[in-house]
């Protein structure tokens, strides 16, 4: 085993800065999961897929980790407990998580379970995530806040949850949507559920969400309006139900001085609403916690320059040094972090079918050009030279030689002189010529521009049988980075400079920026995958993803399997979920699957009729056509 050769792959990859100790490179090669965050306790992925392809689950799928879940939320509360008792801090923490993060029905059910021995609760920003909220039995002293902009339906809502025995809070938008609360309390005054108020407040977040905050934010009072909505509360005498302060600066805060700044200005709010004769509970600080993507700890729109310890500390600190200064109570301390609660514990997982490389065709032919050589225009002979000659001294004067060559060949081709045969071979030497040179100028000390926008031209493209759209919108959208890597193959040395596309009819749908611990790499170093399948890894996609994924070309859900680690040091597959078939993916789009079949039927018997086809054929490809509807819009191993 190649131990220096993974050492290098561990390194390249960056997995132990932005794996958090849940994801690692095993002495094999292979990509491991510590679901325990216990490094002795692994389950290789390679053999994840195994399992799950067993069952019937193939790529491109989700491989769900929900241990990992438990563990964040562990660590959360961990963080803040450890502050709080550090700073003799008097108050509590409370933590929600955000539906909007990960909507899925698997994903919310680890959620609460694993949060019941934290008294976890939930938090929704519309009626559809209202409702499936409403069916989970969380603890007594779970919260459940609702967030968003409010109707008098969405209004109503919190008041059945409360009726249903919900911590149920209603975090107020505007004065309009307070109104229709104390409208309905005095309707039914024993069952209004506790009210919240968000400020809108100066300090701003970072990062590629810091719009969402400061005077521009979407969301939240002004001071005038919060004054507003604390003179109704009181004129309706209903100052005790005011139980929450709530702000927030923005998803993925990547500096730490940010979320300072902020909750000393949300302190100072919380203070005066408390010395003006209200006594608000809790302090809702919103989510914002960031994730280190890219492992490097620092500011960058991909990583935190902070850890989730200190994030708390500060907060605690804050908090604590405010309130003792204006002489209020410490309040209890509300997170709403979602992302780095859910980040990790999903990996996509695709097979790569195809390289598609320079040399002018892909990793799956087997073709050699025959041709006359003697009989060759003088220029592809050149060029042959060129291949045979080239070496470190020469090595660039040869290159410009070659080009000159490459383009007399298509101007030749263009007025007739050259076959086909020869300008595809052309085209072969001359990039064989590109890559002795780059391989020649790799040596110089100081590579010259035009060789490293030559790497740039030179890489390969690998084709994986997935949907950016899919599986990972943000990379489509904003521009997020999320670490990639093979799955196996970290013994051997990499033989491709490498850039991802999937498998849609889009020119988007491709990745070109890779995560890096110094910088952002415009290439990802790869293997031959001449052992099928090889698999790549898209790593950190437990949050938003699912929720942003779009159907794009009609590629739906992808198919799922979740893995545990039990306390003897062995693993097991729990679930298997299948993703969307064809049908229900036509079905969404208004399409009449009775109707497509008789349309199918009628055009088949035409055909027959009109003796293009024999009668069992008709059939058969009736027959297939119904097959179809229920299989998986993905390409299938193997074909």
């Known amino acids: 085993m190649n131990i220096k050769q993974i050492q290098e792959s561990r390194e390249s990859f960056g997995i132990e800065g932005w794996g958090a100790g849940y994801f690692g490179i095993n002495d094999s090669g292979h990509v491991v999961c510590h679901p ?26 989700i491989l ?54 934290f008294n976890y609760g939930l938090e929704v920003g519309s009626k559809p995530e209202f409702v499936a909220a409403l069916s989970y039995p969380l603890s007594p002293d779970a919260l459940f806040i ?20 919900k911590n149920a ?5 505007g004065p ?6 104390i409208s309905l309390a005095r309707e039914n005054p024993n069952l209004c559920p506790g009210i919240g108020v968000r400020v809108k407040l100066y300090s701003r977040g970072s990062g590629k969400w810091a719009k969402s905050s400061g005077e521009s934010s979407k969301f939240g009072l002004t001071t005038v309006e919060l004054l507003h909505c604390l003179k109704l509360l009181k004129d309706a005498e209903l100052e005790d139900k005011l139980e929450m302060l709530h702000f927030h600066i923005g998803s993925q805060v990547t500096e730490i001085k940010r979320i300072k700044n902020a909750i000393k200005e949300a302190s100072r709010v919380y203070a005066k609403v408390h010395n003006m004769g209200y006594s608000p509970k809790c302090l809702n600080i919103g989510g914002g916690t960031g994730v280190d993507y890219d492992g490097s700890k620092t500011s960058f729109q991909s990583s935190a320059n902070y850890s989730m310890q200190e994030m708390a500390n500060d907060v605690v600190y804050e908090i604590g040094e405010v309130c003792k200064i204006e002489k209020v109570p410490h309040p209890q301390i509300v997170t709403e972090s979602g992302r780095v609660i859910a980040a990790y514990h999903s990996v996509v997982v695709t097979d790569v079918r195809e390289v598609q490389s320079t040399e002018g065709f892909s990793s799956n032919a087997d073709f050699a050009i025959q041709y006359d050589e003697a009989n060759s225009h003088k220029s592809l002979r050149e060029l042959n030279y060129i291949v045979e000659n080239i070496n470190r001294k020469n090595y660039s004067e040869y290159y410009h030689d070659a080009i ?20 595809a071979v052309a085209e072969q030497q001359f990039y064989n010529i590109c890559r002795r040179a780059l391989f020649f100028s790799s040596y110089e000390r100081h590579q010259s521009e035009e060789f490293v926008s030559l790497q740039q031209r030179m890489v390969s493209k690998f084709l994986a049988n997935f949907s950016i759209f899919q599986s990972i919108p943000d990379a489509w959208s904003i521009d997020q980075l999320f670490p990639v890597m093979p799955l196996s193959h970290h013994d051997e040395k990499p033989t491709h400079k490498a850039t991802i596309v999937d498998i849609t009819c889009d020119s988007d749908g491709c990745l070109e920026k890779f995560v890096d611990r110094a910088d952002v790499k415009n290439v990802l170093d790869l293997h031959s995958p001449s052992e099928k399948p090889y698999y790549l890894g898209f790593f950190l996609v437990g949050a938003y993803q699912e929720s942003l994924a779009n159907e794009h070309n009609l590629f739906g859900a992808i198919n799922e399997a979740e893995f545990v680690m039990n306390e003897g040091g062995t693993w097991e597959m729990k679930k298997v979920t299948q993703g969307d078939p064809i049908e229900e ?17 009628t055009q088949l018997n035409r055909s027959y009729a009109q003796s293009k086809i024999k009668q069992e054929s008709a059939e058969r490809y009736l027959k297939t056509l119904k097959e179809i509807l229920q299989t998986s819009p993905y390409l299938k191993e193997g074909k």
């Open 36 to 61: 325990t965050g216990e490094e002795h306790l692994f389950i290789s992925l390679p053999a994840a897929i195994e399992a799950a392809k067993k069952q019937g689950c193939a790529a491109p799928m």
């Open 64 to 117: 769900r980790f929900p241990q990992v879940i438990e563990g964040q939320i562990e660590r959360l509360h961990k963080s803040f407990k450890e502050a709080m008792w550090e700073y003799s801090y008097e108050g509590s923490h409370r933590a929600v998580f955000p539906f909007k993060v990960n909507q899925r029905r698997e994903f919310i059910d680890h959620i609460v379970s694993c949060g019941q021995p």
């Open 146 to 165: 609702c967030n968003g902009f409010k109707d008098r339906e969405f209004i109503e809502l919190g008041f059945i949850a409360k009726a249903m025995g």
């Open 169 to 173: 809070i209603l975090v107020v938008e």
């Open 176 to 181: 309009d949507e307070l109104q229709h609360i």
């Open 404 to 423: 000159e060559y490459y383009e007399e060949m298509f101007t030749l081709f263009n007025l007739g002189y050259v076959s086909l045969t020869e300008r």
């Open 585 to 601: 993916l036509l079905t969404c789009r208004n399409f009449d699957i009775p109707e497509l079949l008789n349309s199918f039927e």
